[in-house]
Protein backbone atom coordinates (compact mmCIF):
# COMPACT_ATOMS: atom_id res chain seq x y z
CA UNK A 1 0.00 0.00 0.00
CA UNK A 2 3.05 2.17 1.04
CA UNK A 3 4.84 1.71 -2.48
CA UNK A 4 1.61 2.05 -4.08
CA UNK A 5 0.46 5.43 -2.73
CA UNK A 6 4.56 6.56 -3.17
CA UNK A 7 4.11 5.92 -7.02
CA UNK A 8 0.87 7.51 -7.16
CA UNK A 9 2.54 10.39 -5.85
CA UNK A 10 4.89 10.13 -8.78
CA UNK A 11 3.24 10.04 -11.82
CA UNK A 12 0.18 12.36 -10.99
CA UNK A 13 2.06 15.46 -12.73
CA UNK A 14 0.55 16.04 -13.29
CA UNK A 15 3.32 17.51 -14.38
CA UNK A 16 4.37 17.33 -15.53
CA UNK A 17 4.39 19.26 -16.56
CA UNK A 18 5.46 22.55 -17.67
CA UNK A 19 7.40 24.83 -21.22
CA UNK A 20 7.30 27.96 -21.98
CA UNK A 21 6.16 28.87 -25.71
CA UNK A 22 9.04 30.38 -26.79
CA UNK A 23 10.96 28.27 -30.13
CA UNK A 24 13.40 26.22 -28.24
CA UNK A 25 16.54 27.55 -29.38
CA UNK A 26 15.44 31.15 -27.84
CA UNK A 27 14.96 29.56 -24.32
CA UNK A 28 17.93 28.14 -24.51
CA UNK A 29 19.91 30.90 -25.61
CA UNK A 30 17.91 32.97 -22.45
CA UNK A 31 18.66 29.51 -20.30
CA UNK A 32 22.92 30.27 -20.40
CA UNK A 33 22.94 33.69 -20.36
CA UNK A 34 20.94 33.36 -16.87
CA UNK A 35 22.80 30.31 -15.97
CA UNK A 36 26.16 32.37 -15.72
CA UNK A 37 24.80 34.47 -13.44
CA UNK A 38 23.31 32.16 -10.81
CA UNK A 39 24.89 30.49 -7.95
CA UNK A 40 22.38 28.05 -6.65
CA UNK A 41 23.29 24.74 -6.01
CA UNK A 42 21.64 21.65 -7.37
CA UNK A 43 18.35 21.63 -6.76
CA UNK A 44 17.30 24.73 -5.54
CA UNK A 45 15.50 27.03 -7.50
CA UNK A 46 14.15 30.69 -7.74
CA UNK A 47 11.26 29.30 -5.12
CA UNK A 48 12.00 27.40 -2.32
CA UNK A 49 10.53 23.53 -2.27
CA UNK A 50 7.99 23.33 0.01
CA UNK A 51 7.92 19.26 1.54
CA UNK A 52 7.94 19.15 5.08
CA UNK A 53 5.18 20.60 7.66
CA UNK A 54 8.20 22.37 8.89
CA UNK A 55 8.34 23.78 5.87
CA UNK A 56 4.59 25.33 5.50
CA UNK A 57 5.08 26.38 9.11
CA UNK A 58 8.14 28.29 7.93
CA UNK A 59 6.08 30.44 5.51
CA UNK A 60 5.96 33.83 7.20
CA UNK A 61 3.45 35.16 4.54
CA UNK A 62 0.74 32.64 4.97
CA UNK A 63 -1.94 32.88 7.28
CA UNK A 64 -3.60 30.36 9.74
CA UNK A 65 -5.79 29.08 7.68
CA UNK A 66 -3.33 28.99 4.15
CA UNK A 67 -0.89 26.72 6.53
CA UNK A 68 -3.60 24.31 6.90
CA UNK A 69 -4.19 24.07 3.71
CA UNK A 70 -0.58 23.62 2.92
CA UNK A 71 0.18 20.71 5.53
CA UNK A 72 -3.33 18.77 3.83
CA UNK A 73 -1.98 19.76 0.41
CA UNK A 74 1.63 17.41 0.90
CA UNK A 75 -0.90 14.39 1.85
CA UNK A 76 -2.62 14.87 -1.51
CA UNK A 77 0.21 16.35 -4.38
CA UNK A 78 2.25 14.17 -6.18
CA UNK A 79 5.55 14.31 -4.20
CA UNK A 80 7.76 15.82 -6.55
CA UNK A 81 9.54 18.98 -6.92
CA UNK A 82 7.18 20.66 -9.36
CA UNK A 83 4.35 20.38 -6.96
CA UNK A 84 6.57 20.60 -4.02
CA UNK A 85 7.43 24.37 -5.55
CA UNK A 86 3.52 25.70 -5.64
CA UNK A 87 3.72 24.92 -1.55
CA UNK A 88 3.99 28.53 -1.36
CA UNK A 89 0.32 29.61 -2.38
CA UNK A 90 -1.07 26.53 -1.28
CA UNK A 91 -4.43 27.69 -2.77
CA UNK A 92 -2.96 27.59 -6.33
CA UNK A 93 -1.06 24.28 -5.73
CA UNK A 94 -4.53 22.30 -5.03
CA UNK A 95 -6.07 24.35 -7.62
CA UNK A 96 -3.44 23.31 -10.34
CA UNK A 97 -4.10 19.52 -9.07
CA UNK A 98 -7.91 19.39 -9.29
CA UNK A 99 -7.19 20.73 -12.85
CA UNK A 100 -5.05 17.39 -13.43
CA UNK A 101 -7.35 15.64 -11.74
CA UNK A 102 -10.39 16.71 -13.74
CA UNK A 103 -8.40 16.57 -17.05
CA UNK A 104 -7.49 13.36 -16.69
CA UNK A 105 -11.29 12.44 -15.41
CA UNK A 106 -12.35 13.81 -18.70
CA UNK A 107 -9.76 11.86 -20.95
CA UNK A 108 -10.01 9.00 -19.32
CA UNK A 109 -9.17 5.31 -20.37
CA UNK A 110 -6.08 8.04 -21.68
CA UNK A 111 -3.33 8.94 -19.75
CA UNK A 112 -0.08 10.79 -19.77
CA UNK A 113 1.68 7.87 -18.37
CA UNK A 114 0.57 5.59 -21.23
CA UNK A 115 3.57 5.55 -24.11
CA UNK A 116 2.85 7.26 -26.66
CA UNK A 117 -0.88 7.76 -26.34
CA UNK A 118 -2.47 11.18 -26.85
CA UNK A 119 -1.60 12.25 -23.58
CA UNK A 120 1.71 11.22 -23.40
CA UNK A 121 2.53 12.49 -26.60
CA UNK A 122 1.60 15.95 -26.22
CA UNK A 123 3.09 15.60 -22.78
CA UNK A 124 6.49 15.06 -24.38
CA UNK A 125 6.02 17.25 -27.11
CA UNK A 126 5.39 20.29 -24.92
CA UNK A 127 8.22 19.53 -22.96
CA UNK A 128 10.58 18.77 -25.50
CA UNK A 129 9.19 22.42 -27.45
CA UNK A 130 10.13 24.23 -24.24
CA UNK A 131 14.19 23.30 -23.64
CA UNK A 132 13.46 23.17 -19.68
CA UNK A 133 15.50 19.80 -18.64
CA UNK A 134 13.67 19.45 -16.08
CA UNK A 135 10.48 18.64 -17.92
CA UNK A 136 12.12 17.03 -20.65
CA UNK A 137 14.28 14.58 -18.54
CA UNK A 138 10.85 14.02 -15.92
CA UNK A 139 8.85 12.94 -18.47
CA UNK A 140 10.88 10.95 -20.78
CA UNK A 141 11.71 8.88 -17.70
CA UNK A 142 8.73 8.38 -16.62
CA UNK A 143 7.67 7.00 -20.50
CA UNK A 144 10.67 5.07 -20.82
CA UNK A 145 9.99 2.70 -17.77
CA UNK A 146 6.71 2.57 -18.97
CA UNK A 147 8.18 1.35 -22.03
CA UNK A 148 9.74 -1.03 -20.25
CA UNK A 149 6.94 -1.88 -17.74
CA UNK A 150 4.32 -2.16 -20.74
CA UNK A 151 7.20 -4.91 -22.41
CA UNK A 152 6.59 -2.96 -25.73
CA UNK A 153 9.06 -3.63 -28.27
CA UNK A 154 12.99 -2.48 -28.13
CA UNK A 155 12.46 -0.47 -30.89
CA UNK A 156 9.84 1.77 -28.78
CA UNK A 157 12.82 3.31 -27.13
CA UNK A 158 13.78 4.75 -30.90
CA UNK A 159 10.50 7.32 -30.45
CA UNK A 160 11.50 9.43 -27.58
CA UNK A 161 14.76 10.35 -29.60
CA UNK A 162 12.43 10.94 -32.70
CA UNK A 163 9.81 13.65 -31.41
CA UNK A 164 11.26 16.12 -33.83
CA UNK A 165 10.39 14.26 -36.45
CA UNK A 166 6.98 13.56 -36.90
CA UNK A 167 7.45 11.84 -40.30
CA UNK A 168 9.40 9.40 -39.38
CA UNK A 169 8.41 5.89 -40.03
CA UNK A 170 8.53 5.23 -36.34
CA UNK A 171 5.22 7.05 -35.86
CA UNK A 172 1.39 5.82 -36.91
CA UNK A 173 -1.00 8.22 -38.63
CA UNK A 174 -2.51 8.89 -34.76
CA UNK A 175 0.96 9.63 -32.97
CA UNK A 176 1.84 11.76 -36.16
CA UNK A 177 -0.72 13.86 -36.06
CA UNK A 178 -0.76 14.36 -32.52
CA UNK A 179 2.99 15.54 -32.76
CA UNK A 180 1.77 18.06 -35.37
CA UNK A 181 -1.08 18.98 -33.83
CA UNK A 182 0.82 19.78 -30.85
CA UNK A 183 3.35 21.66 -32.53
CA UNK A 184 1.14 23.78 -34.49
CA UNK A 185 -0.88 24.92 -30.95
CA UNK A 186 2.79 26.25 -29.40
CA UNK A 187 3.87 27.73 -32.49
CA UNK A 188 0.18 29.63 -33.66
CA UNK A 189 0.72 27.52 -37.02
CA UNK A 190 -2.93 25.58 -36.68
CA UNK A 191 -4.00 24.99 -40.58
CA UNK A 192 -7.94 23.97 -41.51
CA UNK A 193 -6.31 20.62 -43.13
CA UNK A 194 -4.23 19.66 -39.67
CA UNK A 195 -7.65 20.96 -37.62
CA UNK A 196 -10.16 18.29 -39.62
CA UNK A 197 -7.47 15.56 -39.06
CA UNK A 198 -7.47 15.96 -35.50
CA UNK A 199 -11.44 16.60 -35.66
CA UNK A 200 -11.86 13.53 -37.50
CA UNK A 201 -10.08 11.36 -35.38
CA UNK A 202 -10.68 12.48 -32.19
CA UNK A 203 -14.19 14.06 -32.43
CA UNK A 204 -15.36 17.33 -30.57
CA UNK A 205 -15.14 16.47 -27.16
CA UNK A 206 -11.94 15.00 -27.33
CA UNK A 207 -10.36 17.47 -29.34
CA UNK A 208 -11.11 20.37 -26.73
CA UNK A 209 -10.29 18.29 -23.81
CA UNK A 210 -7.03 17.23 -25.41
CA UNK A 211 -6.00 21.34 -26.05
CA UNK A 212 -7.24 21.92 -22.27
CA UNK A 213 -4.50 19.23 -21.31
CA UNK A 214 -1.91 20.81 -23.53
CA UNK A 215 -2.84 24.13 -22.37
CA UNK A 216 -2.25 22.47 -18.69
CA UNK A 217 1.12 21.11 -19.59
CA UNK A 218 2.09 24.35 -21.18
CA UNK A 219 1.13 26.24 -17.62
CA UNK A 220 3.54 24.08 -15.72
CA UNK A 221 6.29 24.34 -18.96
CA UNK A 222 6.08 28.14 -18.17
CA UNK A 223 6.05 27.88 -14.69
CA UNK A 224 9.52 25.35 -14.68
CA UNK A 225 11.39 27.75 -16.73
CA UNK A 226 10.29 30.81 -14.45
CA UNK A 227 11.32 29.35 -11.72
CA UNK A 228 14.55 27.70 -13.38
CA UNK A 229 14.11 24.14 -12.76
CA UNK A 230 16.38 21.75 -13.36
CA UNK A 231 16.44 18.04 -13.31
CA UNK A 232 17.95 16.48 -10.43
CA UNK A 233 18.37 12.33 -11.13
CA UNK A 234 18.71 11.20 -7.21
CA UNK A 235 15.07 12.95 -6.59
CA UNK A 236 13.14 11.62 -9.52
CA UNK A 237 14.20 8.01 -10.24
CA UNK A 238 11.02 5.39 -10.90
CA UNK A 239 12.03 2.22 -9.86
CA UNK A 240 11.03 -0.90 -13.08
CA UNK A 241 7.58 -1.67 -11.79
CA UNK A 242 6.13 1.50 -11.42
CA UNK A 243 4.28 2.10 -14.63
CA UNK A 244 3.15 -1.30 -15.09
CA UNK A 245 -0.32 -1.39 -16.84
CA UNK A 246 -2.14 -2.74 -14.02
CA UNK A 247 -1.02 0.49 -11.69
CA UNK A 248 -1.82 2.97 -13.78
CA UNK A 249 -5.52 1.64 -14.63
CA UNK A 250 -5.77 1.52 -10.71
CA UNK A 251 -4.76 5.10 -10.50
CA UNK A 252 -7.07 6.21 -13.61
CA UNK A 253 -9.62 4.05 -12.15
CA UNK A 254 -9.31 6.19 -8.96
CA UNK A 255 -10.27 9.11 -10.68
CA UNK A 256 -12.15 8.68 -13.12
CA UNK A 257 -15.39 10.04 -11.41
CA UNK A 258 -13.36 13.14 -10.54
CA UNK A 259 -15.95 15.05 -13.32
CA UNK A 260 -19.04 13.60 -11.98
CA UNK A 261 -17.61 15.62 -8.44
CA UNK A 262 -16.61 18.77 -10.54
CA UNK A 263 -20.25 19.09 -12.00
CA UNK A 264 -21.84 18.80 -8.31
CA UNK A 265 -19.52 21.82 -7.64
CA UNK A 266 -20.31 23.24 -10.72
CA UNK A 267 -24.39 23.04 -9.96
CA UNK A 268 -23.47 24.54 -6.77
CA UNK A 269 -22.24 27.98 -8.42
CA UNK A 270 -24.48 30.77 -8.25
CA UNK A 271 -26.01 31.67 -11.71
CA UNK A 272 -23.98 33.98 -13.76
CA UNK A 273 -26.47 36.01 -15.19
CA UNK A 274 -30.04 35.29 -15.20
Given at each position: MESYEKFVRSILVFCLC???TAPVAIGNEISMKESRGTTRKPGEFRLPIINTPADVEALSHLNKEEKALGLENLKKVPHTDGWFILGSDPDIQAFWQIMERNLTSLLYPDFQGIPFGPMNLITLEVA???????????????TAVAIGDSKMPFGAYTKLSLLEYPDSAVWNNEERMTLKFTRACLENAMTDELFEQALETWGEKKLLRLISWLAFVNQWAILENVLDMKFVPETMSLPSGSMSPKTVEKITSNLKNTKMKMREFWSSLVVFKE
Amino acid sequence: MESYEKFVRSILVFCLCVLATAPVAIGNEISMKESRGTTRKPGEFRLPIINTPADVEALSHLNKEEKALGLENLKKVPHTDGWFILGSDPDIQAFWQIMERNLTSLLYPDFQGIPFGPMNLITLEVARHSGNDYLIGLLRQCTAVAIGDSKMPFGAYTKLSLLEYPDSAVWNNEERMTLKFTRACLENAMTDELFEQALETWGEKKLLRLISWLAFVNQWAILENVLDMKFVPETMSLPSGSMSPKTVEKITSNLKNTKMKMREFWSSLVVFKE
